[in-house]
């Protein structure tokens, strides 16, 4: 499957399960914990799993998760070194890195929110435009697609009286997750979305990088990637609170990263759901969040990290606090509705003890494409309709982010 096709098959507006079931078009791949290349292929329940082969060695081919009640297929896997040049599942090519990543699509926050009050009109392409957005990433032809999480919100109905989602199915089943899981190569970050009380379910069985558990667990091990010259570190805190900071979950979070952090390269990026330094939105707009990852990282950030990429804050912000702190970029803004932005300029704003060096932030939806450059990265924010909303030149720990109109 090429990429183009895998980014629309994750968008396509079909919610019928036996639909999906009986005409799955093909296996999505992951970066899996071990540094592997997980070859995912959903089939119906019964079936047996596909034949696999990388560079055309056979692969062990497994099954994840059988089929139940809320998921009526079942899950095969393969994994494969992530050198492989040519993978198979079944007849199909199964999407593989490229030796160096020169081009990496980040996007973030993408589901349809259906969650009490709070509901998005699913099938206006302007209100929900995530259809869009994965269309233009795959056009853009990365070498490798990072979700920062939170893939699922279908938590509650459709109101009876609201057609812009009437028919969107909701709950964590197979309906609400078949269109967002074709991936070319992926690396999926989990969001609190994804937590046990609300789409855990699915995520373990679908999207979770690691070996497949008996039960929804509410942390998972963080895990390193060196892979295409980049190092990826990659860290579940969907459980992590807001604004406090319990012991318990300070403690667990530091020791975690205590193993994540040690030794890390030149240039790292820590990959985490919630952002570690950034203001909150909304009612809470200006406030401190995360407290618990700022208190369980405190004394542990190495010289090497220069980024911290996350979503959760659902619009497109950048922060950057000088050369004593990794920078922290945002890309919440791709598909969930958007949040109003704080009136406190971010420039000059204290987070954690340290001043906001230099701050962007901006309400459109939209996908962030980064691209390899001499001595760092450079980014350009892309709407809907590939309309260039802002650029961002990524430099070590130094990075600038402005609006495209002003360039």
């Known amino acids: 499957m090429s990429l183009r096709s895998a980014l629309w098959v994750i968008t396509a507006f079909v919610f019928t399960a036996k639909a999906w079931a009986a005409d799955w078009p093909g296996p999505w791949t992951e970066l899996a914990s071990d540094g592997t290349l997980s070859a995912r292929i ?8 596909p034949k696999a082969t990388a560079d055309g060695a056979d692969l062990l081919t497994t099954l994840r ?4 009640d809320g998921f009526p297929v079942a899950v095969c896997e393969a994994r494969a070194p992530a050198a492989t040049r040519q993978l198979i599942v079944g007849d199909a090519p199964a999407p593989v890195l490229p030796p160096e990543v020169r081009r990496i699509a980040v996007i973030g926050d993408t589901g349809c929110r259906l969650e009490g009050h709070a509901i998005q009109d699913c099938n206006d392409t302007e209100a929900w435009p995530f259809a869009a957005i994965a269309q233009r990433a795959a056009e853009h032809k990365p070498d490798l697609v990072i979700h920062v999480g939170d893939y699922y919100y279908r938590e509650s ?3 009876a009286d609201r057609k812009g989602c009437a028919d969107s199915s909701h709950g964590d089943n197979w309906d609400t997750w078949a269109p967002l899981l074709a991936a070319a190569p992926w690396i999926m970050v989990r969001g609190n979305h994804e937590q046990c009380r609300r789409g855990g379910h699915g ?3 679908l999207l979770d990088p690691h070996p497949a558990p008996l039960e929804c667990a509410d942390r998972t091990d963080p895990f390193r990637l060196h892979i295409g010259g980049l190092d990826l570190l990659w860290f579940d805190g969907a459980d992590a609170d807001e604004f406090s900071a319990s012991a318990a979950k300070v403690s667990t979070y530091a020791a975690q990263l205590a193993g994540l952090l040690a030794a890390v390269p030149p240039h790292a990026w820590l990959l985490t759901h919630r952002p570690i330094w950034a203001l909150a939105q909304g009612s809470l707009a200006g406030a401190n969040t995360n407290v618990t990852e700022q208190r369980a990282i405190e004394g542990q950030v190495p010289s090497g990290l220069d980024l911290i990429l996350s979503g959760h804050l659902h619009d497109f912000t950048s922060y950057e606090f000088g050369p004593r702190r990794p920078a922290q970029l945002i890309v919440g803004d791709s598909g ?3 949040l109003a932005l704080s009136n406190t300029p971010l420039t000059g704003a204290e987070i954690d003890g ?3 060096a230099s701050g962007f932030a901006l309400k459109r939806f939209g996908c962030f494409i980064m691209e390899a450059s001499d001595g760092g990265w450079d980014g350009t924010l892309y709407s809907s309709d590939d309309t260039i909303l802002a650029r961002c030149h990524l430099r070590s720990r130094s990075l600038e982010c402005v609006p495209a109109q002003t360039q």
Do not use: N
């Open 42 to 49: 959903a089939v119906t329940a019964g079936t047996a799993c």
């Open 65 to 68: 998760t059988r089929a139940d």
């Open 157 to 159: 109905a459709c109101p």
């Open 203 to 205: 995520w373990f069985r």
């Open 336 to 338: 969930d509705t958007l």
């Open 354 to 356: 340290m001043r906001v």
